[in-house]
Structures are given as C-alpha cells and as structure tokens.
C-alpha cells in the first residue's frame, strides 16, 4: 500500500520505501531520509533571481556567499522533488520525519 505524502512523495509501507509518485521509483528507506535517494543539483543563484541594484552596484539576493539553492530530483524520471535554500557547508536537512509504525497501523499493515 502506498501513502502520499507529499504533491511528489510517497511512502510504501509494505515495502517501508519512499518512492516518487511520478513513477514509482523507490528513493530510500522510508525511516531515511528520502533525499539520499535524489540526484542532488547545486543551482547557481545567478540563474533563479535577478540581479538587484544597491548602492549602484548590482548584487543577487540571496548573496551567494551566504546561502545556496539545492535542488532534489528522481533519478528515474527526472521530476523535481524539492528544493531548498542552505548556508554553504549546512547539511541536507531531514524534512520530513514519519512514524512508519502508526502509519502502518492506520492502514492496517
């Protein structure tokens, strides 16, 4: 039985699998984080904002020395998954945190 989770995720729980929902590949454990499953993209800031003008200088908001955007994607399908704003050096973050037992009491499994 597969849970949504999220508008691209969803959790197998017979298989405790996360696994898009595009195309049913499975990411990662489901008691893992499912974005060590993802192809991972660094995107430059440069690309997703326009520029801004402060001071007569022009600068990109957020300041790339100070943040950066990473990107999430199925390896199979290539369907962006999430995306998130870190400070260089930061970890991934664990997002998404589920009681896989309740879950699968809920539904019976």
């Not at 440069?46 to 990473?70: T, Y």
């Not at 995306?83 to 037992?101: F, M, R, V």
Request: with cysteine; charged share 30%.
């Amino acid at each position: 039985m597969k849970v949504r989770i999220t508008e691209y995720l969803e959790i197998d729980l017979a298989r405790e699998k996360w696994c898009c929902r595009r195309c049913s590949r499975e990411l990662a454990g489901a008691r893992e984080n499912y974005k060590t499953g993802c192809l991972v993209a660094e995107v430059p800031l440069q690309e997703v904002h326009d520029p801004l003008v402060q001071g007569g200088e022009f600068s990109f908001c957020p300041d790339p020395e100070f943040c950066r955007l990473i990107e999430f994607y199925c390896p199979n399908c290539g369907t962006m998954i999430e995306n998130e704003y870190l400070p260089p050096g930061h970890p991934l973050t664990h997002d998404i945190d589920l009681d896989i037992d309740a879950l699968k009491a809920r539904h019976r499994l």
